[in-house]
């Protein structure tokens, strides 16, 4: 199975600053038509994910642009600007490249 | 806009098998995919398979297989979940999401005797 290994495992920020959150995966992600299944969610306590980026980059709807997804191949990050207090939680990386469909262990941001 | 409510709470005996579901509104049922995901706790989280509404073909996790099966009706636009044999290594949050995008509010199984 491909293993998605995510640090740091948690994050103290203070509002209004950057917090970069990596995935590394243990095989590429590029799919054989050429596309990154690579996906980033937040859990919110006591919530269900929400889906914030898609194919490495790509926002999801309604999803604020202070969350910037990039990386290539086997290295990714997840960007989020000027932290708000909402933005608390636990952010996962998915992969769905490869059977089976893995996500990481999981990044805890919380607020300063 | 796409909604999908989960059953609720389950509270099941060793052994017993239990039958999630997952009922939808919001978009064409029929011609989409439906995942459905574990997840214990203070845990990370794992993906058991998923189905394709329009045929009910089926894609599992080799680790799932044989404990989690997959249907839909898609005259109630509904998607099921059985797991069966359950031990308390089962006992979990068990979420349904449509292409992994939109998701359900989750159930918890409890398995306890």
């Known amino acids: 199975d491909v293993v998605l290994t995510q640090t740091p495992v948690s994050l103290s920020v203070t509002l209004g600053d950057q917090a970069s959150i990596s995935c590394r995966s243990s095989?590429?992600?590029?799919?054989?038509?050429?596309?990154?299944?690579l996906k980033w969610y937040l859990q919110k306590p006591g919530q269900s994910p929400q889906l914030l980026i898609y194919?490495?980059?790509n926002r999801f709807s309604g999803v604020p642009d202070r969350f910037i997804g990039s990386g290539s191949g086997t290295d990714f990050t997840l960007k989020i600007s000027r932290v708000e207090p909402e933005d608390l939680g636990v952010y996962y990386c998915?992969?769905?490249?490869?059977?089976?469909?893995?996500f990481g262990s999981g990044t805890k941001l919380e607020i300063k | 806009q796409v909604k999908l409510q989960q059953s609720g709470a389950e509270l099941v005996k060793p052994g017993a098998s239990v039958k999630l579901s997952c009922k939808t509104s919001?978009?064409?049922?029929?011609?989409?995919?439906m995942s459905w995901f574990k997840q214990i706790p203070g845990q990370s989280i794992e993906w058991i398979g998923m189905?394709?509404?329009?045929?009910?073909?089926?894609g599992y996790n080799q680790k799932f297989k044989g404990k989690a099966t997959l249907t839909v009706d898609t005259s109630s636009s509904t998607a099921y979940m059985d797991l069966s044999s359950l031990t308390t290594e089962d006992s979990a949050v068990y979420f349904c999401?449509?292409?992994?995008?939109?998701w359900g509010q989750g159930t918890l199984v409890t398995v306890s005797s």
């Open positions: 999401a449509r292409l992994t995008a939109y």
């Open positions: 919001g978009y064409t049922f029929s011609t989409s995919y």
């Open positions: 189905i394709y509404a329009g045929d009910g073909g089926t």
């Open positions: 095989q590429s992600l590029v799919y054989s038509d050429g596309n990154t299944y």
């Open positions: 194919e490495v980059s």
């Open positions: 998915f992969q769905a490249t490869h059977d089976p469909f893995t």
